[in-house]
């Protein structure tokens, strides 16, 4: 399991250039359990 925050998913979900890249990303923070954030990210950047 790597140590990864969610911070460090939302970027490399910002940096996708793909939506199988943003997918990919999706799934791995849906796998990490941070479920709730997997439906908001990419919506809203505060």
Do not use: C, L
Request: no cysteine; glycine share 6%.
């Amino acid at each position: 399991m790597s140590n990864e925050t969610v911070w460090d998913m939302q970027d490399q979900f910002d940096n996708a250039t793909t939506d199988q890249e943003r997918e990919q990303v999706r799934q791995k923070i849906a796998d990490a359990g941070f479920s709730g954030v997997a439906k908001t990210i990419g919506r809203s950047k505060n």
